[in-house]
């Protein structure tokens, strides 16, 4: 009899940028995933929520087609979408609450000290209750065929100073940092759940600066991380950062050539 064991497992590639500088889905994305791996009842609301609003633009669209307006059958979708949305709204705050401080304190290490960073839920439903968010974009709704108002609308802002968005204001190597902290912030969330140290692949670390790498090697080489693989494309700086924090390591060189 063969016993399978899931083994929890965080990347760092170089499309973790996307969630600094792409759009508001793929932060909402990246957040409710890691609450949805814990929290089944939040992912069933979220499916829940998703379907609802799906039909509710399919009933706005054939209201704006056919330009027969019928409130009374939108108001049985929003009676639905209305404790939903603020199930979600709640877990997601106390989400971020939760992991914010360690997402803090990662960077820290990783900068060195040398900036403060934030991200801060941003929702609707902090301005105003639902009902009147939904009344308030009605006629929006009716006109673009689609929901204008609602936690599917909700991001989550990257800050680095004090008010400044690091997707304008900060550098490479600060985004990388950022991106690498929420990752670091996310094996500690999924250790916190489990009890089981997922396996972490840092890549493509040679887009930090000297002394940002360093910073992470020498995080990644303490005892509270289990199995680290790290890529660069400098092997004898790698090596000399690993011996200088006296982390036991083994260097795998390897080299592809193009097949004909």
Same mark, same amino acid.
């Given at each position: 009899?063969? *016993?399978? /064991?899931?083994?929890?497992? *965080?990347?760092? $590639? !170089? ?5 600094? =500088? ?22 069933? %609301? ?33 009676? %639905? ?18 992991? #914010? !401080? ?11 000290? %040398?900036?403060? /960073?934030?991200?801060?839920?941003? $929702?609707? #439903?902090?301005?105003? $209750? ?20 609602? /936690? ?12 400044? !968005? ?33 396996? #972490? #692949?840092?890549?493509? *670390? ?36 690993? =011996? ?12 592809? %050539?193009?097949?004909?």
């Amino acid at each position: 009899m063969t *016993i399978s /064991v899931a083994i929890p497992l *965080i990347m760092v $590639s !170089p499309y973790d940028n996307d969630i600094i =500088n792409g759009g508001s889905e793929l932060r909402r994305k990246f957040f409710d995933v890691i609450i949805s791996q814990f929290d089944k009842e939040y992912l069933y %609301q979220l499916i829940s929520y998703q379907k609802l609003i799906m039909q509710r633009n399919a009933v706005l669209k054939q209201c704006n087609e056919t330009r027969n307006y019928d409130m009374s059958l939108i108001q049985i979708f929003d009676n %639905q979408l209305i404790p939903l949305g603020y199930s979600i709204f709640e877990k997601r705050k106390a989400f971020i609450a939760e992991i #914010l !401080p360690i997402f803090k304190n990662y960077y820290s290490q990783l900068s060195g000290n %040398q900036e403060e /960073v934030d991200i801060v839920y941003e $929702s609707g #439903l902090e301005k105003c $209750s639902f009902e009147e968010g939904l009344k308030s974009t009605s006629q929006v709704d009716f006109r673009l065929g689609f929901t204008n108002f609602g /936690v599917h609308k909700d991001d989550y802002l990257f800050y680095i100073g004090s008010d400044k !968005p690091i997707k304008r204001f900060g550098s490479q190597g600060q985004q990388k940092s950022f991106s690498l902290a929420l990752k670091l912030s996310q094996f500690d969330y999924i250790f916190s759940k489990t009890k089981r140290k997922p396996i #972490l #692949l840092l890549d493509d *670390i040679d887009k930090l600066d000297p002394k940002r790498i360093a910073h992470l090697l020498d995080l990644a080489g303490q005892k509270f991380f289990g199995q680290v693989f790290i890529s660069d494309t400098d092997k004898n700086r790698l090596h000399q950062i690993l =011996n200088e924090y006296h982390i036991e390591h083994t260097l795998y060189d390897i080299n592809t %050539q193009k097949m004909i």
